[in-house]
C-alpha cells in the first residue's frame, strides 16, 4: 500500500474555546485526499470567529433595548456582576466588562477581541465531592411552609448565570418579540397598568401640541389659553366623548387639518386600545399555579421523596405526569470513580404517570434499593441539585405546569457566597434532607378520646396542613428527634 502522510490537524477540527471534533479524514483506513488536506489545514489555522456587534445590532436599537432592560452588554466579565454602580441614563450599570478569553475558568482581559482571538480559550476545572459535616443551615427549623417559596427560588436559578462575550444584544431573534414578552410575561401587572396611564396621557399631551400648531398656523394667538383648549379637544377625543365638557353652545368647526390631526389621533388611540386589549387577554389567559410543593424534600436509604398538594378544593389535575432529574457524581460501575451528569429518577410503583390528582397530599417517590437505581452507590454527599416537575391538565381543561429544585445544606452551591447572599438570612431555601416525613392524614375521632365518631357527610379523611413541610431528620446537631 503507498504510504501518506497524515494530515497537519492529525485528523481533527479544533475551534477556539471548544473540544475537538472528529473530521471526515479520521478514519484510519484510507488516506485522505488531498482536498480534506487542504480543508483540515484551513480550518485548523482560521478559527471560527463571532460576528461584529456594529453588523447587527444599530444604535436607536441598542437604546430601544437599554431602555426597557434588554441586554445590550459587551464582554467578557472582568468584575462580578453583582457589582451595581449609578448608570448614564437608566438608573444602574452592572460589572465592568471587557475583551478577552477564557481559559482554566480564568478570564483574561486584552485590549482588543483581535489579541484574545490569537488565544485559546479550552479548558474546564473539575470539583471534589465535601465529605458530610452538617451542611448550611441544615438542621435549621422552618417556621411553617411557604407556598411561594419555589417561585421565589426558580427566579433566584434564573440568575445562576449571566451571559458574556462580544455582544448580548445578538441573543435575539427579534425585537419585537423581546419587547411582546416583556410586556405579556416579564412586566409586573402594576407597571404595566401605570404604562398605559402614562401612554394615554402622552397621547393627549401630544395631541394638543400638534392641535395648537396646527391652529397657529391657520392664524390663531399662540397663547395658553389656545393650548388649553386644544388640551381639552384631544383629551375629549381619545377619551371623554360628550358635549357636556364643554356646555351646550354652538362652536366654530373644526378646519380639514385639524380634522385630519383628530382621525390621526383617534386612529393611533384605538390601535393603543387594541395592543392593551392583546396584551390583557394573553396574561389573563396564563396559566394559574394549581401545584405546590413542600419546601424540602427527602432523602435515606430506601428512597428519595417529595411532597405536593394542589392549590384549590375545586381543582382536579387529569393526565398528571412528575418527572425527577438528580445533578450528581454517580459511580462508573468499571472504573469505581464518580463522575458528574443528570440522571433521571424512576417514580416507583407509577412510572410518573397518575390518571388523577385531588385534592389533598400527595408523595412521590424513587425506590433507592431499586436494581436500576443510579443512587445504589451514591450518597446525598455526591447531590448536586434534585429537580422535580409535574405537568397535567385540570378539570377546566387548561394546562398545568409546576417545578421545585432541592439542594443539600453541603453542596458547593450552597455553601457559596453567592448564593447565601441572595438568599439571605430570610429566606430558607428548598433543602433536600436525611430523614423521614412526619405523619399528615388522619381518619375523624372523638376528641380526647380516640372514640369512633359516626359522621353524617364528608369528609371521610384530615390532613394537618401543619405537618406539610415537617422532616423528622435522621441527623440533629442538638437532638436526635427534632423535626425541620
Given at each position: 500500500?503507498?504510504?501518506?502522510?497524515?494530515?497537519?490537524?492529525q485528523g481533527f477540527v479544533s475551534f477556539v474555546g471548544t473540544e475537538t471534533f472528529p473530521h471526515r479524514s479520521a478514519d484510519v483506513n484510507r488516506c485522505p485526499t488531498v482536498r480534506e488536506h487542504n480543508i483540515d489545514e484551513r480550518m485548523a489555522a482560521e478559527p471560527l470567529l463571532s460576528?461584529?456587534?456594529?453588523?447587527?445590532?444599530?444604535?436607536?436599537?441598542?437604546?430601544?433595548?437599554?431602555?426597557?432592560?434588554?441586554?445590550?452588554?459587551?464582554?467578557?466579565?472582568?468584575?462580578?456582576?453583582?457589582?451595581?454602580?449609578?448608570?448614564?441614563?437608566?438608573?444602574?450599570?452592572?460589572?465592568?466588562?471587557?475583551?478577552?478569553?477564557?481559559?482554566?475558568?480564568?478570564?483574561?482581559?486584552?485590549?482588543?477581541?483581535?489579541?484574545?482571538?490569537?488565544?485559546?480559550?479550552?479548558?474546564?476545572?473539575?470539583?471534589?465531592?465535601?465529605?458530610?459535616?452538617?451542611?448550611?443551615?441544615?438542621?435549621?427549623?422552618?417556621?411553617?411552609?411557604?407556598?411561594?417559596?419555589?417561585?421565589?427560588?426558580?427566579?433566584?436559578?434564573?440568575?445562576?448565570?449571566?451571559?458574556?462575550?462580544?455582544?448580548?444584544?445578538?441573543?435575539?431573534?427579534?425585537?419585537?418579540?423581546?419587547?411582546?414578552?416583556?410586556?405579556?410575561?416579564?412586566?409586573?401587572?402594576?407597571?404595566?397598568?401605570?404604562?398605559?396611564?402614562?401612554?394615554?396621557?402622552?397621547?393627549?399631551?401630544?395631541?394638543?401640541?400638534?392641535?395648537?400648531?396646527?391652529?397657529?398656523?391657520?392664524?390663531?394667538?399662540?397663547?395658553?389659553?389656545?393650548?388649553?383648549?386644544?388640551?381639552?379637544?384631544?383629551?375629549?377625543?381619545?377619551?371623554?366623548?360628550?358635549?357636556?365638557?364643554?356646555?351646550?353652545?354652538?362652536?366654530?368647526?373644526?378646519?380639514?387639518?385639524?380634522?385630519?390631526?383628530?382621525?390621526?389621533?383617534?386612529?393611533?388611540?384605538?390601535?393603543?386600545?387594541?395592543?392593551?386589549?392583546?396584551?390583557?387577554?394573553?396574561?389573563?389567559?396564563?396559566?394559574?399555579?394549581?401545584?405546590?410543593?413542600?419546601?424540602?424534600?427527602?432523602?435515606?436509604?430506601?428512597?428519595?421523596?417529595?411532597?405536593?398538594?394542589?392549590?384549590?378544593?375545586?381543582?382536579?389535575?387529569?393526565?398528571?405526569?412528575?418527572?425527577?432529574?438528580?445533578?450528581?457524581?454517580?459511580?462508573?460501575?468499571?472504573?469505581?470513580?464518580?463522575?458528574?451528569?443528570?440522571?433521571?429518577?424512576?417514580?416507583?410503583?407509577?412510572?410518573?404517570?397518575?390518571?388523577?390528582?385531588?385534592?389533598?397530599?400527595?408523595?412521590?417517590?424513587?425506590?433507592?434499593?431499586?436494581?436500576?437505581?443510579?443512587?445504589?452507590?451514591?450518597?446525598?454527599?455526591?447531590?448536586?441539585?434534585?429537580?422535580?416537575?409535574?405537568?397535567?391538565?385540570?378539570?377546566?381543561?387548561?394546562?398545568?405546569?409546576?417545578?421545585?429544585?432541592?439542594?443539600?445544606?453541603?453542596?458547593?452551591?450552597?455553601?457559596?457566597?453567592?448564593?447565601?447572599?441572595?438568599?439571605?438570612?430570610?429566606?430558607?431555601?428548598?433543602?433536600?434532607?436525611?430523614?423521614?416525613?412526619?405523619?399528615?392524614?388522619?381518619?375523624?375521632?372523638?376528641?380526647?378520646?380516640?372514640?369512633?365518631?359516626?359522621?353524617?357527610?364528608?369528609?371521610?379523611?384530615?390532613?394537618?396542613?401543619?405537618?406539610?413541610?415537617?422532616?423528622?431528620?435522621?441527623?440533629?446537631?442538638?437532638?436526635?428527634?427534632?423535626?425541620?
Open positions: 500500500a503507498p504510504r501518506c502522510e497524515a494530515p497537519t490537524s460576528g461584529h456587534s456594529n453588523d447587527t445590532v444599530g444604535p436607536l436599537e441598542r437604546w430601544m433595548r437599554r431602555m426597557w432592560g434588554l441586554p445590550t452588554g459587551q464582554g467578557l466579565w472582568a468584575e462580578h456582576p453583582s457589582v451595581v454602580r449609578p448608570g448614564l441614563f437608566f438608573g444602574k450599570t452592572f460589572g465592568r466588562r471587557a475583551p478577552g478569553f477564557v481559559k482554566r475558568g480564568v478570564m483574561h482581559e486584552t485590549a482588543t477581541w483581535e489579541e484574545a482571538d490569537r488565544e485559546t480559550g479550552s479548558g474546564l476545572d473539575g470539583g471534589t465531592v465535601s465529605k458530610r459535616i452538617g451542611g448550611y443551615r441544615e438542621f435549621e427549623k422552618r417556621r411553617g411552609y411557604d407556598l411561594r417559596l419555589h417561585r421565589f427560588d426558580l427566579r433566584q436559578q434564573m440568575r445562576l448565570q449571566f451571559a458574556e462575550g462580544r455582544d448580548d444584544a445578538l441573543r435575539s431573534v427579534s425585537l419585537g418579540e423581546d419587547l411582546w414578552h416583556i410586556l405579556t410575561v416579564d412586566m409586573s401587572l402594576l407597571r404595566l397598568l401605570l404604562l398605559e396611564i402614562y401612554t394615554e396621557f402622552f397621547f393627549i399631551l401630544i395631541g394638543a401640541v400638534l392641535l395648537t400648531l396646527v391652529a397657529a398656523a391657520e392664524g390663531a394667538n399662540l397663547d395658553s389659553t389656545l393650548f388649553g383648549e386644544k388640551l381639552l379637544l384631544s383629551f375629549t377625543t381619545v377619551r371623554i366623548s360628550t358635549d357636556s365638557v364643554y356646555g351646550w353652545e354652538e362652536k366654530t368647526p373644526s378646519s380639514k387639518p385639524e380634522i385630519i390631526v383628530l382621525a390621526l389621533l383617534g386612529w393611533f388611540h384605538w390601535l393603543l386600545l387594541s395592543v392593551a386589549g392583546a396584551i390583557i387577554v394573553t396574561r389573563a389567559l396564563k396559566p394559574l399555579q394549581q401545584v405546590a410543593f413542600a419546601p424540602d424534600a427527602i432523602m435515606n436509604d430506601s428512597e428519595i421523596s417529595v411532597r405536593l398538594i394542589t392549590l384549590r378544593q375545586s381543582v382536579i389535575l387529569y393526565d398528571v405526569h412528575v418527572y425527577m432529574k438528580l445533578m450528581a457524581a454517580f459511580k462508573d460501575p468499571e472504573t469505581g470513580d464518580y463522575t458528574g451528569g443528570l440522571r433521571h429518577l424512576e417514580i416507583a410503583h407509577t412510572k410518573g404517570h397518575y390518571g388523577l390528582f385531588k385534592h389533598y397530599p400527595m408523595t412521590v417517590k424513587h425506590d433507592v434499593t431499586a436494581p436500576d437505581s443510579p443512587l445504589r452507590d451514591t450518597t446525598v454527599d455526591h447531590i448536586m441539585l434534585l429537580e422535580v416537575t409535574v405537568t397535567a391538565t385540570d378539570n377546566n381543561g387548561n394546562p398545568v405546569f409546576a417545578a421545585a429544585n432541592y439542594m443539600p445544606p453541603n453542596s458547593h452551591i450552597v455553601n457559596s457566597s453567592s448564593f447565601q447572599g441572595a438568599y439571605g438570612e430570610e429566606k430558607l431555601y428548598p433543602r433536600l434532607l436525611r430523614g423521614r416525613w412526619r405523619d399528615q392524614m388522619r381518619p375523624f375521632k372523638e376528641a380526647n378520646t380516640g372514640a369512633p365518631f359516626k359522621a353524617t357527610d364528608m369528609p371521610l379523611y384530615l390532613y394537618n396542613m401543619d405537618n406539610f413541610h415537617v422532616i423528622e431528620l435522621e441527623q440533629n446537631a442538638d437532638s436526635d428527634d427534632s423535626p425541620v
